[in-house]
Protein backbone atom coordinates (compact mmCIF):
# COMPACT_ATOMS: atom_id res chain seq x y z
CA UNK A 1 0.00 0.00 0.00
CA UNK A 2 0.79 3.88 -0.45
CA UNK A 3 1.76 5.50 2.89
CA UNK A 4 3.04 8.84 4.29
CA UNK A 5 6.53 8.10 6.19
CA UNK A 6 9.19 10.20 7.91
CA UNK A 7 12.11 10.47 5.78
CA UNK A 8 13.95 12.59 8.26
CA UNK A 9 15.85 16.07 8.40
CA UNK A 10 12.07 17.55 8.79
CA UNK A 11 10.67 15.61 5.30
CA UNK A 12 8.13 13.22 4.27
CA UNK A 13 7.95 10.67 1.39
CA UNK A 14 5.22 8.45 0.21
CA UNK A 15 6.82 5.04 -0.31
CA UNK A 16 4.85 1.52 -0.64
CA UNK A 17 5.04 -0.10 2.53
CA UNK A 18 3.28 -3.71 3.56
CA UNK A 19 -0.29 -3.56 4.29
CA UNK A 20 -1.14 -4.23 8.23
CA UNK A 21 -2.71 -7.17 9.32
CA UNK A 22 -4.77 -8.07 12.47
CA UNK A 23 -2.01 -8.63 15.60
CA UNK A 24 -4.39 -8.74 18.05
CA UNK A 25 -8.11 -10.18 18.84
CA UNK A 26 -9.14 -6.40 19.20
CA UNK A 27 -7.71 -4.93 15.77
CA UNK A 28 -9.64 -3.97 13.55
CA UNK A 29 -8.35 -3.32 10.29
CA UNK A 30 -9.68 0.10 8.11
CA UNK A 31 -9.27 1.51 4.67
CA UNK A 32 -8.93 5.08 5.03
CA UNK A 33 -11.42 6.99 2.46
CA UNK A 34 -10.27 10.69 4.68
CA UNK A 35 -6.98 11.14 6.46
CA UNK A 36 -5.70 14.53 7.73
CA UNK A 37 -2.74 16.76 8.45
CA UNK A 38 -2.16 18.23 11.87
CA UNK A 39 0.01 20.81 13.55
CA UNK A 40 1.35 17.46 15.60
CA UNK A 41 2.26 15.81 12.61
CA UNK A 42 4.42 18.88 11.69
CA UNK A 43 6.36 18.87 14.87
CA UNK A 44 6.64 15.62 14.88
CA UNK A 45 8.75 15.34 11.38
CA UNK A 46 10.32 18.82 12.33
CA UNK A 47 11.63 17.49 15.50
CA UNK A 48 11.81 14.01 14.75
CA UNK A 49 13.05 12.71 18.33
CA UNK A 50 10.77 10.64 18.99
CA UNK A 51 10.43 9.03 15.27
CA UNK A 52 12.15 6.25 13.20
CA UNK A 53 12.68 6.98 9.83
CA UNK A 54 10.17 5.20 7.94
CA UNK A 55 7.59 5.57 10.56
CA UNK A 56 3.98 5.79 8.82
CA UNK A 57 2.74 9.33 10.06
CA UNK A 58 -0.70 10.63 10.76
CA UNK A 59 -3.28 10.22 13.13
CA UNK A 60 -6.46 11.60 12.01
CA UNK A 61 -8.81 8.99 9.73
CA UNK A 62 -12.33 8.16 8.63
CA UNK A 63 -12.27 4.66 6.36
CA UNK A 64 -14.65 1.92 5.96
CA UNK A 65 -13.59 -1.71 8.55
CA UNK A 66 -12.04 -4.36 5.72
CA UNK A 67 -11.27 -6.80 8.55
CA UNK A 68 -11.39 -7.65 12.95
CA UNK A 69 -10.43 -10.14 15.21
CA UNK A 70 -11.87 -12.32 16.89
CA UNK A 71 -12.92 -10.07 19.96
CA UNK A 72 -14.60 -7.29 18.35
CA UNK A 73 -17.85 -6.84 18.90
CA UNK A 74 -18.51 -3.13 18.20
CA UNK A 75 -17.77 -3.32 14.43
CA UNK A 76 -18.15 -5.00 11.20
CA UNK A 77 -16.61 -5.28 7.55
CA UNK A 78 -18.46 -2.05 5.69
CA UNK A 79 -18.80 -0.29 8.80
CA UNK A 80 -18.13 3.74 8.08
CA UNK A 81 -16.10 4.64 11.40
CA UNK A 82 -14.16 7.47 12.83
CA UNK A 83 -10.66 6.89 14.79
CA UNK A 84 -9.77 8.62 17.97
CA UNK A 85 -5.92 9.94 17.45
CA UNK A 86 -4.47 7.38 19.73
CA UNK A 87 -5.91 3.99 21.74
CA UNK A 88 -6.78 2.80 25.10
CA UNK A 89 -7.99 -0.34 26.50
CA UNK A 90 -11.10 0.72 27.68
CA UNK A 91 -11.43 -1.26 30.80
CA UNK A 92 -8.72 -0.31 32.88
CA UNK A 93 -9.27 2.04 35.88
CA UNK A 94 -7.98 5.35 33.96
CA UNK A 95 -10.62 4.48 30.85
CA UNK A 96 -13.83 3.49 33.21
CA UNK A 97 -13.00 6.91 34.77
CA UNK A 98 -13.36 8.24 31.11
CA UNK A 99 -9.27 9.66 31.09
CA UNK A 100 -8.50 7.68 28.17
CA UNK A 101 -5.19 9.57 28.07
CA UNK A 102 -4.12 8.53 31.23
CA UNK A 103 -4.58 4.59 29.87
CA UNK A 104 -1.13 2.65 30.49
CA UNK A 105 -1.89 0.79 27.16
CA UNK A 106 -1.89 4.31 25.07
CA UNK A 107 -0.36 4.55 21.94
CA UNK A 108 -0.69 7.79 19.50
CA UNK A 109 -0.66 6.85 15.91
CA UNK A 110 1.68 8.20 13.57
CA UNK A 111 4.33 9.57 16.52
CA UNK A 112 6.71 7.13 16.87
CA UNK A 113 7.78 7.00 20.69
CA UNK A 114 6.13 10.14 21.94
CA UNK A 115 3.33 9.46 23.71
CA UNK A 116 3.66 5.51 24.21
CA UNK A 117 4.90 2.59 22.41
CA UNK A 118 5.21 3.22 18.04
CA UNK A 119 1.99 2.37 16.22
CA UNK A 120 2.01 2.87 12.28
CA UNK A 121 -0.25 6.30 11.41
CA UNK A 122 -3.34 6.81 9.03
CA UNK A 123 -1.89 8.78 6.35
CA UNK A 124 -1.75 5.93 4.17
CA UNK A 125 -4.57 3.36 2.07
CA UNK A 126 -4.75 1.17 5.37
CA UNK A 127 -4.69 1.68 8.85
CA UNK A 128 -4.58 -1.03 11.81
CA UNK A 129 -6.22 -0.05 14.97
CA UNK A 130 -5.70 -1.55 18.18
CA UNK A 131 -8.83 -1.62 21.01
CA UNK A 132 -11.17 -1.17 17.85
CA UNK A 133 -14.33 -1.77 20.06
CA UNK A 134 -13.09 1.60 22.38
CA UNK A 135 -10.96 3.49 19.78
CA UNK A 136 -13.35 3.76 16.51
CA UNK A 137 -16.65 5.31 16.70
CA UNK A 138 -19.51 4.87 13.69
CA UNK A 139 -19.79 7.89 11.44
CA UNK A 140 -23.38 8.17 11.62
CA UNK A 141 -25.34 9.24 8.18
CA UNK A 142 -25.78 13.13 7.71
CA UNK A 143 -21.95 13.75 8.43
CA UNK A 144 -19.40 13.72 4.97
CA UNK A 145 -16.18 12.36 5.13
CA UNK A 146 -14.25 15.91 5.66
CA UNK A 147 -16.61 16.61 8.58
CA UNK A 148 -16.45 13.23 10.03
CA UNK A 149 -12.38 13.46 10.27
CA UNK A 150 -12.45 16.18 12.18
CA UNK A 151 -13.63 14.69 15.48
CA UNK A 152 -11.10 12.32 16.14
CA UNK A 153 -8.22 15.23 17.05
CA UNK A 154 -8.99 18.76 15.69
CA UNK A 155 -12.32 19.28 16.81
CA UNK A 156 -12.17 16.88 20.15
CA UNK A 157 -9.22 19.01 21.23
CA UNK A 158 -11.89 22.22 20.62
CA UNK A 159 -14.22 20.58 22.79
CA UNK A 160 -11.68 19.38 25.58
CA UNK A 161 -10.40 23.04 25.55
CA UNK A 162 -13.59 24.71 26.18
CA UNK A 163 -14.92 21.65 29.03
CA UNK A 164 -11.83 22.17 30.97
CA UNK A 165 -12.08 25.84 30.86
CA UNK A 166 -15.91 25.30 32.68
CA UNK A 167 -17.49 27.47 30.52
CA UNK A 168 -20.33 29.74 31.48
CA UNK A 169 -22.76 31.02 29.10
CA UNK A 170 -22.14 34.47 28.36
CA UNK A 171 -18.76 34.05 29.44
CA UNK A 172 -15.69 36.04 27.42
CA UNK A 173 -13.60 33.71 26.01
CA UNK A 174 -9.93 33.89 24.22
CA UNK A 175 -8.60 31.58 22.35
CA UNK A 176 -4.81 32.27 21.69
CA UNK A 177 -4.09 31.13 17.64
CA UNK A 178 -5.92 30.66 14.84
CA UNK A 179 -4.70 27.59 13.30
CA UNK A 180 -6.92 24.87 12.92
CA UNK A 181 -7.11 23.82 16.81
CA UNK A 182 -7.91 27.81 17.33
CA UNK A 183 -10.66 28.26 14.91
CA UNK A 184 -12.51 24.70 15.88
CA UNK A 185 -12.07 26.06 20.31
CA UNK A 186 -13.53 29.41 18.53
CA UNK A 187 -16.69 27.88 17.18
CA UNK A 188 -16.65 24.64 20.17
CA UNK A 189 -16.60 28.01 22.33
CA UNK A 190 -19.64 29.71 20.67
CA UNK A 191 -21.69 26.35 20.49
CA UNK A 192 -21.51 25.97 24.43
CA UNK A 193 -22.72 29.53 24.78
CA UNK A 194 -19.60 32.13 25.40
CA UNK A 195 -20.76 35.27 25.21
CA UNK A 196 -17.76 36.72 23.37
CA UNK A 197 -14.80 35.07 21.50
CA UNK A 198 -11.41 36.62 20.81
CA UNK A 199 -9.27 34.77 18.52
CA UNK A 200 -5.76 36.48 18.94
CA UNK A 201 -3.62 35.37 15.69
CA UNK A 202 -0.71 37.21 13.89
CA UNK A 203 -1.88 35.78 10.42
CA UNK A 204 -4.22 38.14 8.73
CA UNK A 205 -6.46 35.42 6.16
CA UNK A 206 -6.61 33.76 9.98
CA UNK A 207 -8.13 36.65 12.06
CA UNK A 208 -10.21 37.21 8.68
CA UNK A 209 -11.40 33.55 8.63
CA UNK A 210 -12.23 34.42 13.02
CA UNK A 211 -13.87 36.89 12.17
CA UNK A 212 -16.18 35.30 9.74
CA UNK A 213 -17.12 32.76 12.14
CA UNK A 214 -18.23 34.60 14.49
CA UNK A 215 -14.94 36.02 16.31
CA UNK A 216 -14.33 39.20 17.55
CA UNK A 217 -10.10 39.28 16.24
CA UNK A 218 -6.97 40.88 17.10
CA UNK A 219 -2.87 40.66 16.35
CA UNK A 220 -1.17 39.62 19.58
CA UNK A 221 0.22 43.22 19.95
CA UNK A 222 -3.62 44.10 20.02
CA UNK A 223 -4.75 41.56 22.34
CA UNK A 224 -4.92 43.36 25.75
CA UNK A 225 -6.23 46.48 24.79
CA UNK A 226 -8.94 44.68 22.79
CA UNK A 227 -10.08 42.22 25.88
CA UNK A 228 -9.51 45.09 28.05
CA UNK A 229 -12.29 46.65 26.49
CA UNK A 230 -14.81 43.80 26.32
CA UNK A 231 -14.61 43.35 29.85
CA UNK A 232 -14.38 46.66 31.37
CA UNK A 233 -10.60 45.90 32.13
CA UNK A 234 -11.18 42.46 34.10
CA UNK A 235 -9.49 40.76 31.23
CA UNK A 236 -11.03 37.13 30.19
CA UNK A 237 -12.82 34.52 32.21
CA UNK A 238 -10.98 31.93 30.10
CA UNK A 239 -8.10 31.63 27.90
CA UNK A 240 -7.28 28.99 26.02
CA UNK A 241 -4.19 28.68 24.85
CA UNK A 242 -4.30 26.76 20.97
CA UNK A 243 -0.55 27.41 19.90
CA UNK A 244 1.72 26.05 23.05
CA UNK A 245 4.94 26.72 24.78
CA UNK A 246 5.95 29.60 27.11
CA UNK A 247 5.02 32.16 24.95
CA UNK A 248 1.56 30.97 24.75
CA UNK A 249 1.15 30.68 28.27
CA UNK A 250 3.02 34.13 29.20
CA UNK A 251 0.60 36.03 26.80
CA UNK A 252 -2.24 33.44 28.64
CA UNK A 253 -1.77 35.17 32.41
CA UNK A 254 -1.37 38.63 30.41
CA UNK A 255 -5.36 38.27 29.10
CA UNK A 256 -6.94 36.40 32.27
CA UNK A 257 -8.95 38.09 34.75
CA UNK A 258 -8.34 37.53 38.60
CA UNK A 259 -9.95 33.78 39.19
CA UNK A 260 -9.89 33.06 35.42
CA UNK A 261 -9.04 30.01 33.70
CA UNK A 262 -6.34 29.25 31.60
CA UNK A 263 -6.27 26.17 29.39
CA UNK A 264 -3.82 25.08 27.23
CA UNK A 265 -3.85 22.41 24.38
CA UNK A 266 -0.77 23.62 22.63
CA UNK A 267 2.03 21.06 22.33
CA UNK A 268 4.22 21.61 24.80
CA UNK A 269 7.95 20.25 24.93
CA UNK A 270 9.72 22.08 27.20
CA UNK A 271 10.35 20.71 30.43
CA UNK A 272 9.65 23.56 32.53
CA UNK A 273 7.68 27.05 32.81
CA UNK A 274 8.19 29.83 35.49
CA UNK A 275 4.85 30.24 36.50
CA UNK A 276 4.04 33.67 37.54
CA UNK A 277 3.07 31.71 41.27
CA UNK A 278 2.78 35.08 43.11
CA UNK A 279 0.03 36.49 40.62
CA UNK A 280 -1.58 33.19 40.26
CA UNK A 281 -2.07 32.99 43.98
CA UNK A 282 -3.30 36.20 44.72
CA UNK A 283 -5.57 36.35 41.72
CA UNK A 284 -6.68 32.33 42.70
CA UNK A 285 -6.26 31.48 38.93
CA UNK A 286 -6.33 27.90 37.61
CA UNK A 287 -3.80 26.60 34.79
CA UNK A 288 -4.93 23.28 32.98
CA UNK A 289 -3.93 21.59 30.04
CA UNK A 290 -6.44 18.75 27.90
CA UNK A 291 -6.17 16.59 25.53
CA UNK A 292 -9.22 15.90 23.14
CA UNK A 293 -11.01 12.57 23.86
CA UNK A 294 -13.36 11.15 21.15
CA UNK A 295 -13.92 8.44 22.97
CA UNK A 296 -15.25 10.23 26.25
CA UNK A 297 -16.58 12.98 24.02
CA UNK A 298 -17.85 11.59 20.60
CA UNK A 299 -21.75 12.20 21.70
CA UNK A 300 -21.59 15.67 22.09
CA UNK A 301 -18.87 15.80 19.20
CA UNK A 302 -20.88 14.25 16.91
CA UNK A 303 -24.32 16.10 17.71
CA UNK A 304 -22.73 19.70 17.49
CA UNK A 305 -21.74 18.47 13.46
CA UNK A 306 -25.07 16.61 12.89
CA UNK A 307 -27.15 18.88 14.09
CA UNK A 308 -25.45 21.51 11.68
CA UNK A 309 -24.41 24.07 15.03
CA UNK A 310 -20.87 23.33 13.99
CA UNK A 311 -19.06 23.05 10.85
CA UNK A 312 -15.52 21.79 11.38
CA UNK A 313 -15.18 21.85 7.27
CA UNK A 314 -14.28 26.01 7.27
CA UNK A 315 -10.55 24.99 8.21
CA UNK A 316 -10.24 22.91 5.12
CA UNK A 317 -8.17 24.57 2.82
CA UNK A 318 -7.08 21.92 0.37
CA UNK A 319 -7.71 18.15 -0.43
CA UNK A 320 -4.85 16.22 -1.87
CA UNK A 321 -4.09 12.29 -2.76
CA UNK A 322 -1.47 10.67 -0.60
CA UNK A 323 1.13 11.58 -3.68
CA UNK A 324 0.76 15.11 -2.75
CA UNK A 325 0.82 15.15 0.95
CA UNK A 326 4.88 16.06 0.97
CA UNK A 327 3.75 19.20 -0.58
CA UNK A 328 0.89 19.51 1.97
CA UNK A 329 3.42 19.51 4.69
CA UNK A 330 5.31 22.21 3.03
CA UNK A 331 2.28 24.41 2.52
CA UNK A 332 0.98 23.65 6.13
CA UNK A 333 4.61 24.38 7.34
CA UNK A 334 4.72 27.54 5.82
CA UNK A 335 1.35 28.63 6.55
CA UNK A 336 0.66 28.98 2.99
CA UNK A 337 -2.69 26.58 3.84
CA UNK A 338 -4.64 26.29 7.05
CA UNK A 339 -5.29 22.22 7.14
CA UNK A 340 -4.91 19.83 3.77
CA UNK A 341 -7.43 16.82 4.23
CA UNK A 342 -6.23 13.58 2.41
CA UNK A 343 -8.29 11.79 -0.28
CA UNK A 344 -7.07 7.58 -0.03
Do not use: N
Not at 95 to 111: A, I, L, N, S
Not at 248 to 275: K, M, Y
Amino acid sequence: MKAVLFAGDGTVSVESVAEPIVVDPGDAIVRVRRAAVCGTDLHAVAHGEHLPRGSVLGHEFVGEVVGTGPAVQGHTVGDLVVGADFTACGTCWWCRRGDHWECPQRRFFGTGSAYGPPLAGSQAEFVRVPFADTVLRPVPAGIGLDAAVFLGDTLATGYAAVRRAGLTPGDTVVVLGGGPVGQLTSLAAQACGAGTVVVVEPVDARRELAAREGAVVADPAGARATVAGLTDGRGADAVIDAVGGPRGLDTAFTLVRRRGTIVSVGVHTEPEFALPVARAFADELTLRFAIGDLMRDGEALVALVASGVLDPTVVATQTVPLDDVPDAYRAMAARRTLKSLIAT
